[in-house]
């Protein structure tokens, strides 16, 4: 002890190896994040420096240009900006986000959690860390990255509004995690934390174990995909009506090359914008033009403040509606009836109730899941006239839930009597075969049919076999051999208990002349052996012995 305390050496303490070589994998994740932003920022910095080299009259230089592109990595996450050069002077927002682009910065931050989440093959040297810690260390990355981005836009023509994006941020960035650490985790059942109430973690249970919701949420996600399908064939069916028009604004917009590219790449990235508009337009509610004009089906109302643009070139004309306008309901129905198909389970247990809980649940998934997409494809485009752009969330919504509520409940009920009407005729032929009276007769019918080898009345035991007489030789002319007698069937009994032994019972014959075959003599008595209960017996010929 005192050459310890003299020299200084320090005691084993407990080790803490597990927590240094936690915090590399923990930085990597963070790092992951922020490369992540980085790289959807500079995608977006590439493009618009492009556009910028190529347009023969720039408005400011390239740090213009970057400070837009962080507006628009801001924007793709559904942040509002903000334009101060107006004509009016006032201010205007812009918070139509092109949803095209959100795609971007979603698949970078799941690919940062799922490489996050595969890192590490759990040996000493490189510990797996735990889903919290890998959400926890991308999401901090990638929000940091934000936070600088939000900074450096604010210098730009184009600046984001401050708690616009303290929110619209973090929140794509939380849901794009979340679903990233999920996958790599093998997409496991959804549990809640431990501090979650009791009545929290029950209902989840509840609803992972049944699977009235994983249908209601598969026949909704089906009638959502049945909207935005009917809305992009509205919205091209109107491209190439109005074609002329369209071809006029597109040219009219720039007369150089470099615009005109602009151009098309923001029309494309809206074309999931537009395949929503057309699904509100199919439901019924349509979509504001700003304030105090609406598209509908029945008609197109009030005075729109439309600025040029080859998409807005494709809207139906002013006025009262047109039988061609009104046949866009078709879109709903159709979608009602895939909600409808897709809520009926194939089980023929289910009943008629159930079934049409599972779609009218279904319905309502349809209607949030609009109600949401409208919600994002919506939004100002500027001031006064301008506030009010794209279709209303909640009357998207409503409208959805009360066309697919009708029509899925009564298809889906049809449809499973239709596919259990076979099973229910199987089930009464099934009642009619165990009946006790047919069940009589038809082992009478086997009792009859097994007549040669069990009698009919008799106890399935084993039956002894039958001996022929004996045959007298025969002596005169012309026979050199008296005849030989034929041994008569063995008959080998198949006990119905294993540890029971096989029976076979065969009679001794004698070869020679003048023999008599020897019975035995339980059998010369008249009396049957004691031998346990058979099912069957099966009858083995045998060769005359030579």
Not at 372 to 396: E, K, T
Not at 432 to 447: I, Q
Request: glycine share 12%; charged share 10%; with cysteine.
């Amino acid at each position: 002890m005192t050459q310890v305390t003299e020299r200084g050496t320090l005691l084993p303490t407990a080790p803490r190896a597990a927590a240094r070589r936690r915090s590399p994998a923990a930085a990597a994740c963070v790092l992951g994040g922020a490369v992540a932003a980085g790289l959807g920022l500079g995608f977006l910095a590439v493009l618009v420096i492009v556009l910028w080299i190529s347009s023969p009259y720039p408005d400011s230089g390239p740090g213009g240009a970057l400070h837009l592109a962080a507006g628009l990595w801001l924007l793709a996450h559904g942040t509002e900006l903000v334009r101060y050069d107006t004509l009016s002077g006032v201010p205007a927002p812009v918070e139509v986000t092109p949803l095209l682009l959100v795609a971007l910065p979603v698949l970078l931050m799941r690919r940062a959690a799922r490489l996050g989440s595969a890192s590490g093959d759990g040996s000493m040297d490189d510990e797996v860390l735990p889903p919290s810690v890998v959400f926890s260390a991308v999401t901090c990355g990638y929000l940091t990255v934000g936070a600088m981005a939000t900074v450096y836009a604010a210098g730009g023509p184009m600046p984001a509004d401050p708690l616009s994006a303290a929110w619209h941020v973090p929140l794509v960035a939380v849901l794009a995690a979340a679903g990233g650490v999920w996958d790599a985790r093998g997409r496991p059942p959804v549990t809640l934390p431990s501090w979650a109430p009791g009545w929290a973690v029950r209902g989840v249970r509840t609803a992972i174990a049944r699977p009235r919701y994983a249908l209601a949420l598969r026949s909704g996600a089906a009638g959502a995909l049945v909207l935005l399908g009917g809305g992009i064939l509205l919205v091209g069916a109107s491209l190439a009506w109005h074609g002329p028009e369209v071809q006029g604004s597109f040219l009219a917009l720039t007369g150089v090359w470099s615009g005109r590219f602009a151009v098309l790449l923001l029309a494309l990235t809206l074309i999931p914008n537009a395949m929503v508009w057309g699904a509100a337009y199919g439901l019924g509610p349509g979509f504001a033009l700003g304030s105090g004009a609406t598209a509908t089906p029945l008609g197109f109302g009030g005075t729109p403040a439309l600025p040029r643009f080859p998409l807005l070139a494709a809207l139906p004309p002013e006025g009262s509606g047109t039988p061609l306008t009104w046949a866009a309901v078709a879109v709903p129905v159709a979608a009602g009836l895939g909600v409808g198909w897709f809520a009926v389970r194939r089980a023929r247990e289910v009943s008629y109730g159930e079934t049409a809980l599972t779609a009218a649940l279904g319905s309502v998934v349809c209607g949030l899941a609009m109600a949401g997409l409208a919600a994002a494809a919506a939004g100002p485009m500027g001031a006064a006239a301008l506030a009010s752009f794209g279709p209303v969330w909640w009357q998207v919504g409503a409208a959805a839930t009360g066309w697919t509520l009708g029509l899925a409940v009564p298809l889906a009920v049809a449809v499973h009597a239709w596919r259990t009407r076979p099973a229910r005729g199987a089930a009464s032929a099934a009642d009619e075969w165990h009946d006790s009276g047919v069940r009589e007769l038809r082992w009478a019918a086997l009792r009859r049919a097994a007549t040669p080898m069990v009698p009919v009345g008799a106890d399935p035991v084993a039956v002894a076999p039958r001996v022929a007489p004996p045959v007298a030789p025969v002596t005169g002319a012309g026979v050199s051999a008296p005849p030989v007698p034929v041994a008569p069937p063995v008959v080998s009994v198949e006990p119905v208990v294993p540890v029971a032994p096989v029976v076979s019972v065969a009679p001794v014959v004698s070869v020679g002349p003048g023999a008599v075959p020897e019975v035995p003599a339980a059998v010369a008595e008249g009396v049957a052996p004691l031998l346990p209960g058979v099912s069957g017996a099966r009858v083995l010929s045998r060769k005359p012995s030579e």
